[in-house]
């Protein structure tokens, strides 16, 4: 009696667990379908934690890291998809979870992994997610900076009969080109031979003014205060420490303005070509 009694106990109790981990996974979901992803994220962990079954353990791990992407926790995502598209069935699925995986990558500039991951796709893919593919190695060439292999992906995302579009898009890649052109190193270059050209030459006029006038004021004050000195060399020794700082922060600023310009510019091209392939 006491035998049958036990294993009475013990059953009701493996019920009672698998109840409470049930309700946890449906608990989880709820918070998800509510976007309240950092409950949700917490919950399926604590599901994972304690079922020993595996009975839910495996639909967590995609959900987790969907929790992660929508919270922009990208690095941690990645792992999370990792081991979720073990658990797919299908390469339809396998290959949902593989774009996520590849879209925490190209967020995180990781682009060799991003690279990684889309050779990774598999073949048999459906027409959404062949163009998908299509898509993301363009973000990848562009980013890259194979332009011309990502120009020709975007342009192949149009409606061919769509002529004013693909036109906009070629465009958009000429102006890219002419990005090219400015060059950090001439910007350097300007402002070493005349302090404030480079900054002009990289369209930062307030920072171009203030470098001429910082440079030539301090020099002016040098030349100046050595000819009213008794001892002008001495007043020209404490002249060159301040025009060497502000002369040398002005063309190594130059350089920083420049790089900054092209990347601004060039974000700006590629935000503009995204917005015409999504029309």
């Not at 992803?37 to 917490?42: F, K, W």
């Not at 975007?154 to 052109?181: C, M």
């Not at 050209?197 to 030349?223: E, R």
Request: glycine share 4%; hydrophobic share 40%; with cysteine.
């Amino acid at each position: 009696m006491k035998n049958i009694l036990l294993i009475l106990l013990i059953f009701s109790a493996k019920i009672v667990h698998s109840q409470t981990i049930k309700q946890s996974f449906d608990f989880a979901n709820q918070l998800f379908e509510k976007k309240d992803y950092s409950g949700a994220s917490i919950t399926y962990r604590r599901v994972i934690y304690f079922d020993k079954t595996d009975e839910f353990r495996k639909e967590c791990y995609k959900n987790i890291a969907d929790c992660l992407f929508e919270t922009q926790q990208f690095d941690e995502a990645a792992d999370y998809y990792e081991l979720a598209f073990f658990q797919q069935k299908s390469d339809s699925t396998k290959a949902e979870v593989l774009f996520r995986k590849l879209a925490c990558f190209l967020v995180l500039n990781n682009f060799e992994y991003a690279e990684v991951e889309l050779l990774n796709l598999p073949n048999n893919l459906t027409i959404e997610q062949g163009r998908r593919k299509v898509f993301y190695g363009a973000i990848l060439n562009f980013s890259t900076e194979k332009y011309d292999l990502a120009k020709e992906q975007f342009l192949s995302l149009l409606d061919k009969n769509d002529i004013e579009t693909q036109k906009k898009v070629e465009e958009l890649f000429i102006k890219n080109e002419k990005i090219n052109k400015l060059s950090p190193k001439k910007a350097k270059i300007m402002s070493m031979i005349l302090p404030g050209l480079g900054q002009f030459y990289g369209g930062d006029i307030k920072n171009g003014t203030n470098s001429i006038l910082l440079t030539a004021g301090i020099a002016t004050w040098g030349v100046l205060a050595a000819i009213k000195s008794a001892s002008p060399f001495d007043a020209l020794i404490t002249m060159v420490p301040w025009f060497q700082r502000y002369y040398t922060g002005g063309y190594k600023k130059a350089e920083q303005i420049a790089i900054n310009q092209k990347k601004a510019r060039r974000a700006k091209v590629y935000n503009e070509i995204l917005d015409e392939v999504a029309k």
